[in-house]
């Protein structure tokens, strides 16, 4: 992967009750050739899921948005995404098929193997912010996730089960 070109992606996610009704909110940013800096928001909200779910899944998204592989810093305020990688808890998840020796069965397996898949196309590091503390982009994100889980009208999340992420 060499040339790529360089990408940082916020993400937040949030839910109202655990599970409720959730969003998520990304922001792309990119500094063109020209010096320009272009920015995209990506959000959407869902009837009935988990902070957690919302957490990976703006993630998986922003990762998909990008057309081509890239360079990423991936910032996000859930240590749940951020550690499972730095701390490489993925990969035991991984050899273990799935299972943690103490706890049993890793939860949000669908968006974990999603978030894998996406992930091979890009260098990405992971990058914790500590949320609600004013980063400008953390705080856009977790208004625009809020904002999304606030719709009226609020997409499946068709992942959860009734036994998922309590």
């Not at 909200?45 to 957690?52: D, I, L, S």
């Amino acid at each position: 992967m060499e040339n790529l070109s360089k990408v940082e992606i916020y993400t937040d996610g949030c839910s109202h009750g655990n599970p409720g009704k959730g969003g998520y909110g990304v922001i792309l940013s990119y500094q063109k050739e020209s010096g320009d800096i272009y920015e995209k928001e990506i959000s959407a909200g869902y009837e009935n899921t988990t902070n957690n779910r919302m957490e990976l899944l703006a993630a998986i998204i922003g990762l998909e948005a990008l057309k081509r592989p890239c360079e990423v810093d991936l910032y996000s305020d859930s240590k749940y995404l951020v550690d499972a990688f730095n701390q490489k808890w993925i990969n035991s998840w991984v050899k273990n098929d799935w299972n943690r020796p103490k706890t049993g069965p890793v939860k949000n397996v669908d968006l974990w193997k999603r978030l894998l898949d996406v992930k091979k196309k890009h260098k990405v590091k992971f990058i914790w912010v500590k949320g609600h503390n004013d980063n400008e982009k953390n705080e856009r994100c977790d208004k625009l996730a809020n904002q999304a889980a606030n719709q009226q009208i609020l997409l499946k999340d068709e992942g959860m089960t009734s036994s998922e992420d309590k």
